[in-house]
């Protein structure tokens, strides 16, 4: 199985200048939930703006850069090598960004844990248009702002039709 863990504003922005816009701890343990244990696989630039490999998961960067290594991260020249190289250790992969990752991967996506985020932001990142007549939403889940999260978001599961 193939999923998408992304977190998108009402206008599809996922980033600018290769960072996120806002901060949702549950969102984050939402990720770390669904993805720990498992391979993710991201872009370079994705990788550098975590600045570590996450724990606990086969990381695998993607790169054109022939010379590029991070320790405790695999290396993939190509989406589908990554996603190759990834369904040899699990069943369950995670691509987690960045948008042209996601934009690359979307025609073998099983998968889409969304977190909704109910604020339009100005970004230079934008998360591929989905395709309604190819997903169904399985799931929604909402939660107001609070003293931790300034905006308000929602869970929602997306699987392909």
């Given at each position: 199985?193939?999923?998408f863990v992304?977190?998108i504003?009402?206008?599809?922005?996922?980033?600018n200048?290769?960072?996120?816009?806002?901060h949702l701890?549950?969102d984050l343990?939402h990720?770390?939930?669904?993805t720990q244990g498992?391979?993710?696989?991201?872009?370079r630039?994705t990788y550098e703006?975590i600045?570590?490999?996450?724990?606990?998961?086969t990381?695998?960067?993607?790169t054109?850069?022939?010379?590029?290594q991070?320790?405790?991260?695999?290396?993939?020249y190509?989406?589908p090598?990554?996603?190759?190289q990834?369904?040899q250790l699990?069943?369950?992969?995670?691509?987690i960004?960045g948008?042209?990752?996601y934009?690359q991967?979307?025609?073998?996506?099983?998968?889409i844990?969304?977190?909704?985020?109910h604020?339009?932001f100005?970004g230079?990142?934008?998360?591929?248009e989905?395709n309604?007549?190819?997903?169904?939403?399985?799931?929604?889940?909402?939660?107001?702002?609070?003293?931790?999260?300034?905006?308000?978001f929602?869970f929602?599961?997306?699987r392909?039709?």
């Open positions: 199985m193939l999923a992304v977190a504003a009402e206008n599809n922005v996922i980033g200048d290769n960072q996120l816009l806002w701890p549950d343990k990720f770390k939930r669904l498992h391979p993710v696989v991201m872009g630039r703006s600045g570590r490999p996450l724990p606990n998961r990381n695998i960067v993607v054109r850069q022939a010379d590029w991070a320790d405790g991260c695999e290396v993939a190509s989406v090598d990554a996603l190759e990834a369904t699990d069943a369950e992969v995670f691509v960004g948008a042209e990752i934009r991967a979307l025609p073998a996506a099983d998968i844990y969304l977190t909704e985020v604020h339009a100005e230079d990142v934008v998360f591929p989905l309604n007549t190819e997903w169904r939403e399985e799931s929604r889940e909402r939660h107001e702002p609070d003293e931790k999260h300034a905006y308000a929602s929602v599961t997306l392909r039709r």
